[in-house]
Structures are given as C-alpha cells and as structure tokens.
C-alpha cells in the first residue's frame, strides 16, 4: 500500500495563517479527506473533495491540491485549532478498494 | 442525525480473538452509497483504516491484516461487527467505526465517527 507523508508537528502564532500538507502518490488519482483529533476525542471531519466543509466548520478552514500534494489552510488560527491532524484518501497502489492515513500533524497554536 | 457506537471487550488476551460491533443510527446499510469503515489508533499514534463494508455487502480489508479481520452487518439491527483474530499486544488500540461516504469515488471521506473502545491486549 501507498504512503501519505505528514510533518509531525507546525506552529502558528494565534491569528496567524497556518498551512499542513500531506503527500503521496494517491493524491495523483484521489482526493485527500482531513480529520482534525483533540485529546482524548474521536477524529472530526474538517474538509472533504476538491474544498468542502462539512456543516459546523468554520470557513477559516479551507483545502487544496497540486500533484501529489494536499494542503490544509487554516487562516486566522485560533487557540481552539489546536489539535493533531490527519489526511487519508483512497489508495491508488492496489487494484482493490483500500484506504490509507497520513502520519498526522500536531498543531500547536502560540 | 446520525451516531455510531463501538461495542466489545476492553481487554483480550494474546492470541484470542476480538469482536467489535457497530451499532449506528441515523442512516441504513442498505440504501445505495452507504458504508461503514473500522479505523482503529494505538496509544499516541496515528489512524489505521482496517476494514469497509458496503450497502451491497462488498467488503474490503487492510491488505497488511487482511488474514486476521472478517466485517459483516447485520441491516436489520443496524449493526457492523468485526472480528480480528490472533490478537497481540501491538493491536492494543482505540478502534473506531465511521460512517463511510463516496467510497468508490475519489473523494472517500469518514464523516461521523464513533467514540471509540480502548482495546487493551495483555495477559
């Protein structure tokens, strides 16, 4: 199976704009999902597709794609970002359904 | 509105064999798109996708723990249960069922999630 490739940890200064990526192969063929995870918390649903928010996300979150490369922006960060973040999207090294996660990010907000 | 509950043994013992069920509310396994994914997280680690089901009842698995996982569900109680066999204490973990949507398309994604059970693995 395929990789998707996070930094382990990223600061931003409160209010300030921050920028986690995620890489890897299957980013060419499949969109990245991003799930952001408090202490203690089941993962939450940030950004979906091409730059979707599920109702209840702030629109200070936003998503984007180039290559084998998916970025979670966060502009405007606020003390409550502060959290681990993952990525996931399909696998594209198989010829079966399979899904794959990033290493995640934590995010620590100054 | 849609919830997801993870149900089993806190503890198991090396080499038994795990049983997690699912139960969910809020949507049907058998309308057409729908899917439910088990994820399971060791202590301060990162997120593992193990296993898909389908509304049509196809099913998926982690190709590195293909051998030791089987999904199933039952429609009628709303229910997703997986078994995980040979269990080991680097399977100790948080394991979680979500609501899986667009699976088949490129734009997979988890959008509710279960709390979670702490699966501990020792003797």
Not at chain 1, 74 to 94: F, K, L
Not at chain 2, 19 to 39: H, K, N, Y
Request: net charge neutral.
């Amino acid at each position: 199976s395929s990789e998707l490739t996070q930094d382990p940890a990223v600061s931003v200064a409160l209010g300030q704009t921050v920028r986690i990526t995620c890489q890897g192969d299957s980013l060419r063929s499949y969109y990245a999902s991003w799930y952001q995870q408090k202490p203690g918390q089941a993962p939450v649903l940030v950004i979906y597709g091409k730059n979707n928010r599920p109702s209840g996300i702030p629109d200070r979150f936003s998503g984007s794609s180039s290559g084998n490369t998916a970025s979670l922006t966060i502009t405007g960060a606020q003390a409550e970002d502060e959290a681990d973040y993952y990525c996931n999207s399909r696998d594209s090294s198989g010829n079966h359904l399979e899904v794959v996660f990033g290493g995640g990010t934590k995010l620590t907000v100054l | 509105q849609v919830t997801l509950r993870e149900s089993g043994p806190a503890l198991v013992k090396p080499t038994q064999t795990l049983t997690l069920t699912c139960t969910f509310s809020g949507f049907s396994l058998s309308t057409s798109g729908m899917c439910v994914s088990w994820i399971r997280q060791p202590p301060g680690k990162a997120l593992e996708w193990l296993a898909l089901i389908d509304w049509d009842d196809d099913k998926y698995y982690s190709t590195s723990l293909k051998t030791r996982l089987t999904i199933s569900k039952d429609t009628s109680k709303n229910q997703v249960v997986l078994t995980m066999t040979n269990m080991d204490p680097v399977d100790t973990a948080t394991y979680y069922c979500a609501r899986t949507l667009n699976a088949y398309s490129s734009r997979l994604f988890f959008d509710y999630w279960g709390q979670g059970t702490l699966v501990t693995v020792s003797s």
